[in-house]
């Protein structure tokens, strides 16, 4: 089925298991069955408007509106959209005193659905930094049972990690981005099972590997990629040990060498042999950096999941279309961003432990609510209203039918309802705007503000000693001005243990820049048709047609490898 985006005029097309699902996504209310309806907007349009609502990166200094504590939280003071709201820490939005029912209203039917969710939304208090149960990791967004963790987002189980996104169950690893199950990792991006490696990409169970790529089962690799079980291979060539370990150890710890290695690593990734896609012990399905995962179609960052489209970062899902940041088993989801063990969820965002929710936020332990906000333990509530079960699937299915005829129904939470400027969210990660384009698209933007760092001094990254061991001890105490921005930024005690640990030089460039720069190593969520340029074979890739890297399909890229 075709369509034309309602937002952005682009053409779309509905396939086949999207009807089905749509059919299979069924909210009953007494004896009458509610399907959600097919999308309106096109795949990044919806895209863009789910994930403008969450903040990974930005952190403020602020003070609780309920209590006046000190916090850090994803929350600005000012709100973009004017009004005050109200943001609490952990421990009070947890508070089993604090009973949201007490901001309840009836359901206005002379009124449009959204503006009423708009005014309890902002009504109701948010939790300052989206975590769970986390111990020593404040400056962490989007975390769960981490420890001693200091700037990742969306990340769980971690210990002893600095700086970057995706660290599922990983152990003392910095400035890494997607690392699952991996210890003492430095720059590495899309490495699972890994152990002390450095600047690796694309690869799995390593161990001690440097400057490489796509390398699986690998040891003591340097500046290789697309090798299978070897160990002590430089440049892709074997080595003796002894040789292989005394050309290593002269490049450990110098910034100098390490510029030298960097330049030489994006040279091979522009020479070596990329796979179309990055699909992993799957079947039937299509997007990227997908792992054991059954028809999976058009998913990103997709792991031990089944029969979902349309997903961006997803942990052991099923039955997920249009949904992000989805973890820990949650089933029949529908635009629906961040959640915990959920079942069938529509239109939602940040639900924990919960069930048979449509239009929620901030929602937990909870079943059988629509329109509400910030509840715990509740069922039965509309705009956050007690209601009996009788009353509720009676009042629900009116609501529905209003909202078809606003043409509110099958949408997700606009853009105005968002708390954060577009270049502070996801989207503005996942999709750019320029500041013209997000406000005149409805979005919201933020003036960046630059922090000041109280320190003894400041000194130009270009300034510091060339090696790790003439780093001295109070640089923990110096602002080190960004090579490239010309941004402040400090090195924290734990960090520098590491670098001296591992032999690494010290960062000249900002976290913020690093991290940008990590990023820039994976391709856009998005698929194109190009040839496979070993066979010609036609193949769906994350590469667009006119990049210059040889590409080939799965079969190819396989026989060149084994």
Known sequence: MQKTCLRCQAPFAIAPDEETFVQKMTFTFGEQAIHPPLPVFCPECRLRIRTCHRNERSFYKRSSTLSGKDMVSTFHEIPLWGKPDKVY??????????DNTELGRPYDFGKPFFPQFA??????????????????????????????CYLINSSEYCEDCYYGKLYQSCKS??????????????????????????????SKNCRDCSWSLNLVGCSNCFLCSNLRQKEYHFENKPLPREEYERKVREVRGFHARSEELKRKLAALRQTTIHRGSNIVNSEVCSGDYIENSQRCLDCYDVNDSQDSRYVTVGVGVKDNYDCSNMYVKPELAYETLGTIETYSTAYCLYVFHSQNLLYCEYCFNCHDCFGCVALRHKQYCILNKQYSKSEYE?????????????????????????????NESLAG???????????????????????????????PASRLPDFIDDIPDDITNWAIECDITKRPFKVTKQELDFYRKQRLPVPRLHPDVRYDLRLALRNPRQLWLRPCMNCSKEMRTTYAPDRSEIVYCEECYLASVY
């Not at 078809?404 to 968002?418: D, I, M, Q, V």
Request: proline content about 4%.
């Open 89 to 98: 820490t952990s421990d009070e939005f947890y508070d089993d005193k604090l």
């Open 119 to 148: 005014a309890l939304h902002k009504d109701a208090p948010r939790l300052g930094m989206m975590i769970l149960q986390n111990e020593n990791s404040d400056f962490s967004a989007g975390t769960a049972y981490c420890k001693n």
């Open 173 to 202: 690893s910095v400035d890494c981005s997607y690392l699952y199950n991996s210890e003492l990792c430095y720059e590495c991006f899309s490495v699972y099972d890994s152990y002390n490696c450095n600047h690796v990409s694309f």
């Open 394 to 422: 009676s009042l629900v299915p009116k609501i529905i039918e209003k909202m078809k005829r606003t043409e509110e129904w099958g949408k997700f939470f606009p853009p105005a309802l968002s708390a954060f400027g577009y």
């Open 429 to 459: 990660e996942y999709l750019p705007l320029t500041k013209e384009e997000a406000l005149t698209r409805g979005f919201y933007w933020r003036d960046s503000e630059e922090k000041q760092l109280q320190v003894a001094k400041t000194i």
